[in-house]
């Protein structure tokens, strides 16, 4: 498989977590057929509309999204589990304002796995740079809301979210508001980050200017 990867991207495989064993035990085990009698995620006829999950997905992020696709798919088959995420879904179903508090800052989200993987691959853009940025800000938003809440799952979450300050300060010193879509466009980096980047952008913008005090100091100097 890490042939197949190296060989298709043509260069250097992002780093991968070491394979994790599923056992069969961890989740309720669904045939295709069963599947989709059911219409868990689609309809007979193959549509999302009139699925269950279409029915339930209030979801406003993408990796939300994703998550209740694959809790969906793949139930889950353990007691203690179960009870943990029926817990979590307890609190938030009788906490209408904090629900409310939360639903902005995950729509500010974006899909960051997928800008992250394409970063990892060496094919993100600036823009990709800058989901990154807004989704930290937006995950340290969430862990504050959730600070004082001790149910197991969503206790586990804030500390899953947090620890990023250092790199989301890099990232808003580095790039500015907006970006271009292509790194090759230039004009992301954000003024003052890097002084020899000033400089250059500064001959390339300013060159008449920089040329007439070249002038001037010259004659000043010979004469």
Not at 92 to 99: I, V
Not at 142 to 166: P, R, Y
Not at 179 to 191: E, I, K, Q, S, T
Not at 193 to 208: M, T, V
Request: no cysteine.
């Amino acid at each position: 498989l890490i042939d197949y990867i190296r060989i298709t991207q043509m260069q250097t495989v992002a780093r991968l977590d070491p394979p994790r064993k599923e056992l069969a035990s961890d989740a309720m085990q669904i045939d295709a057929a069963t599947r989709r009698s059911l219409e868990l995620l689609y309809t007979l006829s193959g549509e999302r509309k009139g699925s269950l999950l279409s029915t339930i997905d209030r979801t406003v992020s993408a990796a939300g999204g994703r998550a209740l696709t694959y809790a969906m798919a793949a139930p889950l088959a353990q007691k203690e589990r179960i009870d943990a995420r029926l817990d979590a879904v307890a609190f938030m179903h009788e906490q209408t304002s904090l629900r409310a508090e939360l639903q902005r800052p995950l729509a500010a989200t974006g899909d960051l796995e997928r800008a992250v993987t394409r970063l990892m691959m060496g094919r993100g853009g600036p823009r990709d740079l800058v989901l990154v940025r807004e989704t930290l800000k937006a995950a340290d938003g969430i862990a504050a809301s959730l600070q004082h809440v001790q149910v197991g799952l969503i206790a586990d979450s804030v500390q899953a979210l947090s620890g990023f300050h250092t790199l989301w300060t890099k990232l808003s010193e580095a790039l500015k508001e907006e970006v271009p879509l292509m790194a090759r466009d230039g004009g992301f980096v954000a003024d003052g980050y890097r002084a020899d980047l000033d400089e250059w952008r500064g001959l390339s913008q300013e060159s008449k200017r920089v040329m007439a005090a070249m002038e001037t100091r010259l004659k000043n100097e010979t004469g």
